[in-house]
């Protein structure tokens, strides 16, 4: 898609890749400290500091998914009540009620 609703897929989709990779990361950092017995100071901040960093682009791709819906109306379905393949006819029927 083009325009300003596909520049906002792309980034949303971008953002979601990233924290894809950020969690996946976080979870084979620890699997792995805990696996060698390693699971302690430095591995243990720095994993920490890995999930902490996936939670917040977790909520960036949120934030993003949002705007996707209440800016650019994405994956919105609107119903107006209004029956487009008959709006001819409903027309022509008020016209004639209005001229009787």
Request: aromatic fraction near 10%; hydrophobic fraction near 50%; glycine fraction near 10%.
């Amino acid at each position: 898609e083009a325009g300003a609703l596909g520049q906002a897929l792309e980034l949303h989709e971008s953002a979601a890749v990233l924290s894809l990779w950020l969690m996946v990361g976080t979870a084979l950092v620890r699997i792995a400290a805990l696996i060698l017995n390693k699971y302690t100071g430095i591995i243990k901040i720095f994993a920490f500091i890995l999930f902490f960093i996936g939670v917040i682009s977790i909520a960036r791709t949120g934030y993003y998914g949002g705007e996707l819906v209440f800016k650019h109306a994405a994956g919105v379905q609107l119903d107006l009540g209004i029956d487009f393949n008959n709006l001819n006819n409903d027309q022509q029927l008020k016209k004639s009620d209005d001229e009787n």
